[in-house]
Nanobody, 122 residues
Framework: QVQLVESGGGLVQAGGSLRLSCAAS????????MGWYRQAPGKQRELVAT???????NYAGSVKDRFTVSRDNAKNTVYLQMNNLRPEDTAVYYC????????????????WGQGTQVTVSS
């Protein structure tokens, strides 16, 4: 079984910074693309940023130049550094990963974390 455990959410004032972390654990052969999504109240879940195992990144336009996604492959961990936060960044942030588990027939499986709340006050 594979789990994604997030940490680092909280309450911050506009203009402040937060760093989210997400560690994949369990019976893992390899982890491919990892990333972050967010869901604000009454809205659909949306992509924030992704990063491949080789380090290629992709960002939503609304966070580009403010957020930075990175990862530590040895720790199967992805990070999201969020700077210059705005009230509209308020949402539950979810970690996502494409994992190949250690199973007799390895199949890439998509996993989600439980979510961490980020609240930005004006």
């Amino acid at each position: 079984q594979v789990q994604l455990v997030e940490s680092g959410g909280g309450l911050v004032q506009a203009g402040g910074s937060l760093r989210l972390s997400c560690a994949a654990s369990g019976s893992i052969f390899s982890v491919n693309t990892m990333g972050w999504y967010r869901q604000a109240p009454g809205k659909q879940r949306e992509l924030v940023a992704t990063i491949t195992s080789s380090g290629s990144t992709n960002y939503a336009g609304s966070v580009k130049d403010r957020f930075t996604v990175s990862r530590d492959n040895a720790k199967n961990t992805v990070y999201l550094q969020m700077n210059n936060l705005r009230p509209e960044d308020t949402a539950v942030y979810y970690c996502n990963a494409n994992v190949i588990p250690k199973t007799p027939v390895p199949v890439t499986t998509n996993y989600w974390g439980q979510g961490t709340q980020v609240t930005v006050s004006s």
